[in-house]
C-alpha cells in the first residue's frame, strides 16, 4: 500500500485562463433576447469579477426557434463593436442562415424546420406571407428583410477561440484532429464521436449545439447549451483562473457552483 501511494500518477491540474481576465462562455442564445438580457446582468453584477477585464465569448447560435433572433444579433454586434474583450463564434444555425440566403437548396430546407420562420419573423416578415412561399420564395425573404450589415457581422464570425488552456467551439471537435486542422463542419455541427471521446484534448474544449437539462461537465469537455430557446435556461460558464461556476437565467439565486 505504501509502495503504490508513492508511485502513483499524480492528478492531472485544472486547465487555467490568464490570471488577469475572468471569461464568461454564453451557450446557444436561439433569439432569446430576453434571457440574454437577464444573463448580461448578472455578469455585469458578478462581484467575484473584481477589477479583471471581463472576456465575454458567446459559442453560436444566436438565432432560430426564439422569437427575438434580430434582437439578439443587434445586441451581440453592439457589444462586439465596443469591446474587442467580446467574442461571438459561429454556429450551425448562421452557416443555415448564410447558405440559405446564398440560394444553397438544402440549407433553404433545413433553415424552414430549424426555426427560420421565426427569424424571420423577427426581422419583419408577415407570416402569412412567409407560409405563402417556396424555398426560393425564402431565399428573397432573405434577400429582403435581413441587413446586409447582419450578413456581413455572421459571415465573418471565426469556428474557435483560444483562451488560455482552453479552447471554444460551437458543437465540438474532431478526436485526433489538430486544433489548427479541424473543419468547420464539424466544429459547427459535430456530435458523436466528439460527445462519445473520454481522451483528453489538445486544449479542455467548452461547446455548445448539444441540449442538456443542465450543463454537461466531462473530464475533457463542459457542454452549456441548456436549451434556452424552450427551457428559458440560458448558462454562461465562467472561467477564472483554474476554477469554474456557472451563471443561469434559469435559477433564482441567479448562480450555482459545480465540481471542478
Known amino acids: ?7 502513483r500518477r499524480p492528478a492531472t491540474p485544472a486547465p487555467r485562463i490568464p490570471d488577469d481576465i475572468v471569461v464568461y ?7 432569446r433576447l430576453d434571457c440574454l438580457d437577464d444573463l448580461l446582468g448578472q455578469i455585469d453584477a458578478d462581484p ?3 477589477g479583471r477585464r471581463p472576456v465575454l465569448v458567446f459559442l453560436g447560435d444566436l438565432i432560430d426557434r426564439g422569437p427575438e433572433s434580430r434582437g439578439v444579433v443587434d445586441r451581440v454586434m453592439a457589444m462586439r463593436a ?6 461571438c463564434l459561429c454556429g450551425n444555425h448562421e452557416e443555415l442562415l448564410l447558405s440559405a440566403a446564398e440560394g444553397a437548396r438544402q440549407a433553404l430546407g433545413v433553415f424552414a424546420r430549424a426555426g427560420g420562420k421565426e427569424t424571420l419573423l423577427s426581422y419583419g416578415v408577415d407570416e402569412a406571407a412567409y407560409e405563402r412561399e417556396d424555398l426560393k420564395g425564402v431565399q428573397r425573404l432573405i434577400a429582403g ?4 450589415a447582419h450578413l456581413d457581422f455572421l459571415r465573418g464570425l471565426p469556428d474557435q477561440l483560444v483562451v488560455g488552456e482552453y ?20 466544429l459547427r455541427w459535430i456530435r458523436s464521436p466528439f460527445l462519445d471521446h473520454v481522451g483528453r484534448y489538445e486544449r479542455f474544449v467548452v461547446h455548445g449545439h448539444t441540449v442538456t437539462q443542465d450543463p454537461d461537465i466531462r473530464a475533457n469537455r463542459i457542454g452549456i447549451d441548456t436549451g434556452a430557446y424552450r427551457s428559458g435556461r440560458l448558462t454562461a460558464l465562467v472561467l477564472d483562473g483554474d476554477t469554474r461556476r ?8 441567479g448562480n450555482y457552483a459545480a465540481a471542478a
Open 25 to 31: 462562455a454564453i451557450g446557444d442564445v436561439h433569439g
Open 167 to 186: 479552447v471554444f467551439v460551437h458543437a465540438g471537435i474532431r478526436p485526433g484532429v489538430p486544433l489548427d486542422a479541424q473543419k468547420s463542419s464539424d
Open 145 to 148: 428583410h435581413v441587413p446586409a
Open 48 to 50: 467575484a469579477r473584481g
Open 1 to 7: 500500500m505504501v509502495f503504490s501511494k508513492l508511485f
Open 82 to 87: 465596443a469591446s474587442v474583450d467580446v467574442h
Open 246 to 253: 456557472f451563471l443561469s437565467t434559469a435559477l433564482s439565486a
